[in-house]
């Protein structure tokens, strides 16, 4: 029933370490604490990747490591403050893809920020913590740049454009050249712009543009969005898809004599979004269905959306789960039939790519920036705000579940073309060699 199924999928949150957050009395009996996340990571994660990277390294790559002048390349990965939690498994699988050539990485990243998972040593971490006061935010940087400088670094890494800014400037002090990884279409695009050579931007700033050799978007829009921007040559952007782990096969409706269990997560900064996946839920209990739903994340429209639960009369069937990271999200989908996401974003979103790539099928309102979004093929699309067309989709889905396993197989079949951890890896590579020995052969 209702209740056996909901303990079931509240029971893997509970080992994975996920906080609850009840919607009912009822709910808090079925479970009576909060696990603490198990921390630990070693280098066995490298196994993970669907292939590793060392046989998949291209000729080129191969023939020097150490870009011609025999010594090797050092990379540096810098973080903004959002990024290892927003990017934290791509983070993962770039950092173990690298040793794996082997090349030495140096992750610097804000004091503070979650580095569980990253195999510290090797990887070096050096942590910055740069107030906004003048005085102090100079001290700070020339601090960081004295400690990045010691390190011996190639070349820099801006993971996405919230690190553009600080990676410019690190460059800049070490002379090194960076590039800079871009995942949105517009939001961070004036950050974005001072970084490309060439651009209006930057023309007051050539010294500290003029080290960006490349610009790697993480999609086809936002490949095309930078260049339609007209503030970057089209030689600069690269299309570099994320890498993550992949399911073997689909996982959805594996037990016939389980409930269904629906999730749908985001960000709660608007009730409009979730309200309709709400309505969604309460018509499809309507129809009698058996189901239990989850909603994971926070936001300042929690309130709101509770209250909205309590009116559909949800609150049976409803659990309200915190945000959780990508990585943290693929333990809850494994007891998940259906994943939602509800919001509409003009980012890459990795926590939807993570659902996906978990063999869940998968239900989005819109594709926005996310080029592995296809309709019908990789996921089924509903409008933005239709409940009712979104009901009819899940139940598609949970009346046809050869179709369910189908959607997810195929979207599983495309990820592994596109969004391979060692593809990922190996275009890496070999963008960092090929702008590591044209400088070096500039200096030699």
Excluded: W
Aim: hydrophobic fraction near 40%; glycine fraction near 8%.
């Amino acid at each position: 029933d209702s209740f056996s199924a909901g303990r079931q999928v509240q029971e893997t949150c509970l080992r994975k370490g996920f906080r609850l957050r009840f919607a009912s009395p009822r709910q808090v009996g079925m479970a009576s604490k909060t696990c603490t996340p198990c921390r630990h990571f070693s280098l066995q994660y490298g196994r993970h990747m669907s292939s590793r990277p060392t046989n998949n390294t291209s000729a080129s790559t191969e023939k020097g490591l150490s870009s011609g002048s025999g010594k090797p390349v050092h990379v540096s990965l810098v973080a903004g403050p959002d990024t290892l939690r927003n990017l934290g498994p791509v983070v993962r699988h770039v950092i173990v893809g690298l040793l794996d050539q082997p090349l030495p990485v140096t992750l610097v990243c804000p004091l503070g920020a979650d580095i569980d998972g990253i195999p510290a040593p090797p990887v070096q971490v050096i942590r910055y913590d740069i107030t906004r006061l003048p005085f102090f935010r100079s001290r700070a940087i020339e601090s960081l740049v004295r400690q990045v400088d010691q390190c011996g670094i190639s070349l820099l890494h801006a993971l996405d454009a919230d690190a553009a800014s600080l990676t410019r400037t690190l460059a800049a002090g070490i002379d090194v050249d960076y590039v800079v990884g871009a995942y949105s279409l517009h939001a961070n695009l004036q950050k974005l712009e001072k970084t490309l050579p060439g651009s209006k931007a930057s023309r007051g700033d050539q010294t500290d543009s003029a080290n960006c050799r490349a610009i790697l978007a993480a999609s086809e829009p936002v490949r095309q969005g930078l260049l339609n921007s007209r503030s970057v040559e089209a030689g600069t952007v690269h299309l570099l898809r994320p890498g993550v782990h992949l399911a073997g096969r689909a996982t959805c409706f594996l037990n016939p004599d389980h409930v269904t269990a629906i999730i749908a997560a985001g960000e709660f900064d608007s009730a409009g979004s979730f309200s309709t996946v709400l309505k969604a839920f309460a018509k499809t209990l309507a129809d009698r269905r058996e189901c239990v739903f989850f909603l994971v994340g926070n936001g300042r429209a929690e309130r709101p959306l509770r209250r909205l639960a309590d009116k559909l009369d949800l609150t049976r069937d409803l659990t309200f789960v915190d945000r959780q990271k990508p990585d943290e999200l693929k333990g809850l989908l494994k007891a998940a039939d259906i994943f939602i996401a509800p919001v509409p974003s003009d980012r890459v979103e990795i926590e939807l790519l993570s659902a996906m790539a978990g063999g869940v099928p998968t239900l989005a309102a819109g594709a926005g920036a996310s080029d592995f979004i296809i309709p019908d093929k990789t996921a089924l699309i509903y409008a933005a705000g239709d409940a009712g067309e979104l009901a009819a989709k899940l139940a598609a889905l949970m009346d046809n579940h050869p179709a369910a396993g189908e959607l997810a197989e195929s979207a599983l079949a495309h990820l592994r073309e596109n969004h391979s951890p060692s593809k990922m890896v190996t275009q890496l590579v070999d963008l960092y060699q090929s702008i590591v020995g044209k400088k070096r052969q500039a200096q030699a």
